[in-house]
């Protein structure tokens, strides 16, 4: 029923301004927000492999934490992108190929390396600027090498096996790459040795710098873009956690990889758990909430 009283008019008319307040409405939205996040969260599989985006940073500042939380959360294993391994011809083999992984690491150095290489400097200039690079980005050289070690004889590079005839031609292949990289990379280190740089100095710096233009453009123009690259190892990542999709645990890879996953037109619905980094953060946070109270409980 409704009140026809004066008073009560006012008070309905008063509600019905505040209701249709543009903070009220701010407010509500808000909330729906809230309650739409709440039942969005994606949780954690005990029941099938998760595969869960991140950035590398952030979650090597705490890997060992993620490890614990998650091993306990699924009673299974906790993987990096490098360490998930599967098996190929009675072979392990890491799901994220390593001959892929040579290939980006390359394709990381050819800009820093081909811009050094072009770069019209006097002799003193030009030093310092070699030994900078060398000191940013010489942590790949050794991944870059183990890789490429690693890398022969293994067949695996998404879905099927490579066959052997196209597996020596990879090997082949990538023996070229890395021929003109360990080129470039004696020359630059030989150059960084000329450092700080005297007259006495020109003939060798001279021989080197020329070692080093010839070798970075050669290895270059064979190093496939950054986007195929990156879109091959998603395909094998996803290759990969559809056939071990069984396996209980977390398998962290880069951010990029999952949303390339998810946004793959895709024939079937995924046999694994992909969750984005934001996903996974939000699951973390809520484990180790709940660890830490029930570790604080008393023991009934």
């Known amino acids: 029923?409704?009140?026809?009283?004066p008073v009560a008019i006012t008070q309905q008319r008063l509600q019905q301004a505040a209701?249709?307040?543009?903070?009220?409405?701010?407010?509500q939205a808000l909330q729906l927000m809230a309650d739409e996040s709440a039942l969005q969260m994606k949780a954690i599989s005990t029941t099938v492999l998760n595969v869960a985006g991140e950035d590398?940073?952030?979650?090597?500042?705490?890997?060992n934490e993620e490890k614990k939380v998650t091993s306990t959360a699924t009673n299974g294993g906790y993987w990096t992108e490098e360490q998930f391994k599967l098996t190929i011809n009675d072979k392990k083999v890491d799901a994220d190929p390593k001959a892929l992984r040579f290939l980006s690491h390359l394709q990381v150095l050819s800009g820093p390396?081909?811009?050094?290489?072009?770069?019209?400097?006097?002799p003193e200039f030009f030093l310092t600027h070699a030994k900078k690079t060398w000191d940013d980005y010489g942590r790949l050289n050794k991944k870059i090498e183990d890789?490429?070690?690693?890398?022969?004889?293994?067949?695996?590079?998404?879905?099927?096996?490579?066959?052997?005839?196209?597996g020596l031609e990879r090997d082949r292949i990538n023996w070229g790459l890395y021929a003109q990289f360990d080129t470039?990379?004696?020359?630059?280190?030989?150059?960084?040795g000329l450092h700080p740089y005297n007259d006495t100095k020109k003939v060798a710096l001279n021989r080197l710098r020329e070692q080093f233009r010839t070798a970075?453009?050669?290895m270059v123009e064979k190093v496939p873009e950054k986007e195929e690259l990156h879109s091959l190892r998603s395909g094998a990542m996803?290759?990969?956690?559809?056939?071990?999709?069984?396996?209980?645990?977390?398998?962290?890879?880069g951010q990029q990889h999952v949303d390339e996953i998810s946004e793959a037109p895709l024939e079937t619905p995924l046999a694994y758990n992909l969750m984005t980094r934001k996903e996974f953060n939000e699951e973390y946070a809520r484990l180790s909430e709940q660890q830490a109270q029930s570790s604080e409980s008393p023991a009934a």
């Open 113 to 122: 390396w081909s811009s050094l290489a072009k770069a019209p400097l006097a």
């Open 238 to 253: 996803h290759c990969a956690a559809e056939a071990k999709s069984n396996y209980a645990g977390v398998w962290k890879i």
């Open 216 to 218: 970075v453009p050669a």
């Open 1 to 5: 029923m409704s009140d026809d009283r």
């Open 19 to 27: 209701d249709d307040s543009p903070q009220v409405r701010q407010l």
């Open 147 to 166: 890789n490429f070690i690693d890398s022969l004889g293994d067949r695996y590079s998404g879905g099927d096996a490579l066959s052997e005839e196209k």
């Open 184 to 192: 470039a990379k004696r020359a630059l280190q030989g150059i960084i």
């Open 56 to 63: 590398h940073f952030e979650s090597d500042a705490r890997r």
